[in-house]
């Protein structure tokens, strides 16, 4: 699966314009709220912590359009508490919208 970095830029820009430091701003505080529900995934150890935390990245996901991550969402709410493999996906797409 691809992750689209230029996508996070591209619905932050359409919400807020040209204003680079407030883009830069959100997509600070996007990356923070996503790895939080990340670490609360990591720690989760029952079914509804598990899936609270998966429908609320998927949610912050589809306020950007990330569908990617929104699939990624889906299948952690799916997947059993703690799935590591789940867990490895998510913060490796974290980590590529990180770095773009």
């Not at 790895?35 to 935390?53: F, H, I, P, S, T």
């Not at 569908?67 to 913060?91: H, N, Q, Y």
């Amino acid at each position: 699966m691809s992750y689209d970095p230029g996508a996070l830029h591209t619905a932050l820009a359409a919400a807020v314009g040209d204003d680079s430091a407030l883009i830069a701003d959100l997509r600070v505080a996007f990356l923070e709220s996503a790895n939080r529900q990340v670490d609360l995934l990591g720690r989760a150890r029952c079914d509804a912590n598990w899936e609270l935390a998966a429908w609320r990245l998927k949610g912050l996901a589809a306020s950007f359009g990330l569908t990617a991550l929104i699939i990624l969402a889906d299948e952690a709410a799916a997947a059993a508490p703690g799935d590591p493999r789940v867990l490895r996906k998510l913060r490796a797409a974290l980590q590529a919208l990180d770095q773009a």
